[in-house]
């Protein structure tokens, strides 16, 4: 077992510890406080003196059943509304206190909504003492009568305590009374505040009865608050300067040299008493940050830690003065924490700084609440992530008590009014929680390997000399201050000696008088003096006497403590060998642990490492698979357009092999008429025909629009003659046209827009509008297979059917396509003889067969 590490606060223990330690739950207790007025409506319930039960208010939505739903929530213990002061540091503090004397540190807190009751749990009211000054009350009646004297321990400013002789002591005392800094005694101590005068009766003081007599006890206090999440100092004495005031200066957190975090330059101020602690609390109170809000007239505005450090050391082998040993000196200490209270900025309306304190405090005890949760996890679930506890000062300066450093107590107090459910319920489920969480249970660490009571002895022996001397007739107690100081004062006092007259005789006189009285009593003392001394003496030879006759049995005892000091001698060996032993092992361990850190930080890298590279091949992955679909979609639509275009392009080629079929068979007609014609009029002479000439290609056959064509009726016998060749444009003669652009053409806002005047738009064709019209054109438009916008226009002529309706002769298919002024090497204007006039556009045109295609529109007869 290791060795408790005396001199210092106790070291906790390491972050790996053995499973058989032992363990126990955090300390979650419920105080209920009353309501204030009677007409209010309750949410709360006591059940049991362990559970109570939530239920909410009228106002708030029923469940699904139609009730009101209820949640109960089970403690270590619930006290009511009925509960006194006394009773809850019986149950709560008292405990703590006499771990805090038996050196094992403690830390208790309350928690809840604001206006819960937490300050009056802690602090209390004249006549009902809360659980601090119960606490200092206890402490110092159980310590009072082993108190060391001031200024024999003293704080090194490192989380430690020093010892000093009783000469510096002394000398150091000498120099703060000189200051008057600090009293001389506790009678000549001003008045403490007399709201904390009568806090606590002398029917409900306490004691502890289990206090080690053989040690000497100092008590020192320190009073912190954590205000927008900065430490201050509240018992600092700063300078005031009244023409240039200066703001408290924050303090740091530190670590000592046993991984216990501190508040670096704290003041802590010694106290003897409990109404000189009362005076100290007060003293920082008075400073404490509180403010009038919507929900509590004295809102606590920070975070108050007043810590009680008790430090002791055991008294020597004769039992009068105190070991000057360092090491010897141990150090306990208890915290008692009132925390600001929660608060929702919708209800108290709070603005400006009222509203970032909200802020701040909500935000500490959502990181309390948070590292709850870490711990309870790692405990229960094996894991070993990391405690947040750097996010808030709070957390960061108790991060010892729970990682194993003592004990946690922790009581809630609750508001029972209908107006606080909402926080209510979270305070209730953030407490269910912290139970959960387990802290290692604080060992007991001896004082020293001195023999016990020997405080008692030596004050034994004092009284048995003192029964002694008085049975032969001396004085019962010879060094008794008071009698030398009563001696003293009945000396006759010197009378004045001034000699202002050469025949005074009454001065000389009265001054002889007074010196042979202050002989007389010299005399006596001396007298008294040399019968005690005699008296000593013989006792002293009877004392010898009878020391002479335990030599030998004191020799015998001296050879059995010679053996056993070779058996101690060689058991030192040992002990020491194995602690080398240990300090071997403990290296080794260190080194293991640093290896094993740097493996797992190589670990978390190429994890890390890992997961990057196969986050971005996931998304080369998904970008591969996008790209993909997207040629596909690509190659589908160019597929598609290619399809589109050949088959066009077929159909184009039949029309234009049709039209040449039709050309020759209406010559062979012709021909075939005029033989015939001829050789019904008796054998003419055949006409002489002008040689034809070779057709030109379709291109330019198109753009000829001034070529004399030779035409034939349509094959239609209900369809008017179709002179293809003329091909101007007869919008410049009051012609009408039909401009039908269908609702499905895509509207691509080109300038490849034909203008046509004294056009009728329409969407879908008509009897009506074509009645009025001579010409027809059909607009469509679309991508080509590059991707350049291609516009069709399909001519026609409007014509009467024999049936009264209207038909459409398509005589003409002018396609435009807009293209790039570097992929285009020339501009041509459109001249078409029948579409619409000006525009500009490269054209392609597909060939027209002088076929024609005729959509009719039968009229619609009355009935």
Known sequence: MQRPNKGKTPRRPGPKKASNIDKDPVGVYCRIRPLGAEDEECCVEMISSSTIQLHAPDGLKANRNGEYKETQYSFKKVFGINTTQMELFEDVAKPLIEDLIHCKNGLLFTYGVTGSGKTFTMTGSPGEGGLLPRSLDMLFNSIGPFQAKRFVFKPDEKNGMEIQDQVDALLERQKRDSQQSVPKTPSSRQRPDPEFADMISTEEACKSENVDEDCCYSVFVSYIEIYNNYIYDLLEDAPFDPIRPKAPQSKILREDQNHNMYVAGCTEVEVKSTEEAFEVFWKGQKKRRIANTELNRESSR?????????AQAPLDADGDHILQDKNQVNVSQLCLVDLAGSERTSRTRAEGNRLREAGNINQSLMTLRTCMEVLRENQMCGTNKMVPYRDSKVTHLFKNYFDGEGKVRMIVCVNPKADDYDETMLVMRFAEMTQEVEVARPVDRPICGLAAGRRHRNRAFKDELSRRLEERGGPSNADDPALLSQLIESLPAMPRCELVDPADDQTLSRLIEVLERRQRVRNMMTEQFNKTANTLKSMLQQFDSQLSAK???????????????????????????LEKKSKTLEYKIDILQKTTGMYEQDKRSLQQELETREQRLQRELSERRRMEHRMQGIVTDTKLKWEKECERRVNAKQLEMQNK???????????????????????????????????????????????????????????????????????????????????SNLDLDTVMQPIIPNAIKVSTPNE???????????????????????????????????????????TDIETLKQECAAASSRKRRSGSGEGPAHMEDVENRAPVANTSTVLGYPKRRKP
């Open 302 to 310: 920070s975070h108050s830690v007043f810590t009680v450090k008790l």
């Open 551 to 577: 030599d030998t049995f004191l020799h015998d005892q001296r050879s059995k403590l010679s053996e056993r000091d070779r058996v101690i001698m060689s058991q030192k060996a040992e002990l020491e060998r």
């Open 768 to 810: 009506k509008a074509l009645s009025k019209c001579h010409k027809y054109v059909l607009r469509h438009q679309e991508l080509a297979s590059d991707g350049e916008i291609e516009t069709k226009l399909i001519k026609g002529n409007v014509f009467k059917t024999r049936g009264g309706g209207q038909a459409v002769q398509f």
């Open 661 to 743: 079929l039709w050309v020759k068979d209406e010559k062979l007609k012709q021909l075939k008429a005029i033989v015939t014609e001829s050789g019904g009029g008796g054998g003419g002479v055949f006409p002489t025909e002008r040689p034809e000439k070779p057709e030109r290609p379709s291109r330019e056959r198109d753009r000829n629009y001034g070529q004399k064509r030779s035409a034939s009726p349509s094959p239609l016998p209900t369809a008017p003659p179709v002179h293809p060749t003329h091909r101007r444009s007869h919008s410049a003669g009051g012609e009408k046209w039909v401009d039908h652009k269908p609702a």
